[in-house]
């Protein structure tokens, strides 16, 4: 294993070349804000404000999107949210309700498409405080977000069969190959591991793996390769997580298994994630919007927050991203100033306080 001081928690992202780079000190970052729906806008708010509190000077811009602006716009993500995040190159986003099985197609799906954003990574991290049956988790879920069985294209076959067509391309696997083994570099990583079912999609899935094999011989001697099989790797994670490092996946793998890493680490309520591509990154959560927590001031903000942290680190913004990772993770192990799913009655904005305090350098006031 790479030694815990080698390495940052939660990493720089290769890919897109971090945005940032200001010039002078005074400038901010422009950073698309999409609310979301559900628990999102309670989400967002905490986590604007913690960013905020973190010393780095950003100008928001807000955009909705999802089930809020159906009515007003017909569509639940207009046009002038994709050409906010074109203009801004970074954004952060709470959770969009998708309907199951009609009504309108997932904006999240739709966003990745639009902008191009191939790459899915999720850190899954044991945080010291947060009740898990593992201390040792340090993986990072590297997904292929643009084509697989995701690709959308769906058809019935008469009316009683319905088939999804698996698209698998040499370019786009080499792609995603290459953004988790430059990851492993940027981030001191040691191994990337490829996950597929190439015994049975011998095709799809086969060029995959064999894409993963071409890549990685440019890397061997400095990041270690292996593979597993995709049913092999769920029993693999939930017996000794410890034994893996980067995992690199088609698209449905990969959504799986980054729900199954999360679960390693404490849950939904913890998961970061940022979705990137050449022209943008787009931050948010694992989790959905937990419709039926909506509007309580209950949900946790944690996962979010720590997507804030990638995108602090994106922005190349590294010591405010220390600093605000060790604040959320400081609350965490206190253990007074957390939401329910922590074992906590702490409701977002309080935690949000809590961190922002810690950040201040004040302890938490909660009571
Ligand atoms: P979900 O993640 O919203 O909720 C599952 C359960 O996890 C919740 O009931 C809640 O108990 C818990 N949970 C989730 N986030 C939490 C948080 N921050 N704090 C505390 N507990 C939390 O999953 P779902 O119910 O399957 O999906 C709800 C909606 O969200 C669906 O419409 C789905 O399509 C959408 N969704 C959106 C995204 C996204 O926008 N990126 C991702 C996943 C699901």
Redesign the pocket.
């Known amino acids: 294993m790479v030694p815990e001081s080698g390495r940052s928690r939660l990493a720089e992202t290769p890919g897109s070349a971090p945005i940032v780079a200001r010039t002078m000190a005074a400038m901010a970052h422009r950073v698309t804000l999409i609310p ?1 729906d ?2 999102g806008p309670e ?1 967002a708010e905490a986590t604007r404000r913690v960013l905020d509190a973190s010393g780095v000077a950003f100008e928001w811009e807000l955009v909705d999107a999802g089930e809020a602006v159906m009515a007003r716009y017909g569509t639940p993500l207009p046009d002038h949210v994709i050409e906010s995040i074109r203009r801004n190159r970074v954004a952060i986003k709470g ?5 199951v099985g009609s009504g309108f197609r ?1 904006v ?1 799906v739709a966003l990745r498409q639009a902008l191009g954003l191939y790459a899915s990574l999720r850190p899954a991290k044991s945080i010291p405080g947060i009740e898990s049956r593992y201390r040792d988790v340090d993986l990072v879920i590297v997904r292929e977000n643009t084509e697989d069985l995701y690709a959308g294209i769906e058809h019935m076959v008469g009316p009683d069969a319905a088939e999804s067509i698996k698209i698998i391309t040499r370019a786009a696997s080499e792609r995603i190959a290459r953004f988790a083994f430059e990851y492993a570099v940027a981030n001191r990583r040691h191994k990337v591991t490829a996950v597929h079912k190439a015994n049975i999609m011998k095709l799809t899935d086969g060029l995959f793996l064999e894409s993963c094999r071409t890549v990685a011989a440019d890397y061997a001697g400095r990041i270690e390769f292996e593979d597993r099989i995709v049913d092999n790797m769920c029993m693999q994670l939930v017996q000794k997580p410890e034994l893996y490092d980067v995992l690199v996946l088609p698209n449905l793998y990969g959504d799986i298994i980054s729900d199954l890493a999360a679960g390693l680490v404490g849950g ?2 913890v998961a970061p994630g940022a979705n990137i591509g050449t022209e943008a990154a787009v931050f ?10 909506a509007g309580q001031n209950k ?3 944690t ?1 979010l927050l720590l997507s804030g942290v990638l995108m602090l680190r994106h922005l190349g913004e590294l010591e405010a991203a220390e600093r605000v990772e060790q604040a959320v993770i400081d609350v965490i192990a206190e253990g007074r100033a957390v ?1 329910y ?1 922590l074992g906590g009655s702490a409701g977002t904005s309080e935690m949000a306080d809590a961190i922002i305090a810690r950040l201040a350098g004040a302890p938490a006031t909660i009571s």
Do not use: C, F, M, R
């Open positions: 979301g559900g628990i989400l959770p969009i309700t998708t309907p997932s999240n939904l309520g948010e959560a694992v989790h959905g919007s937990a419709p039926k927590h949900a946790n903000p996962a939401t799913d």
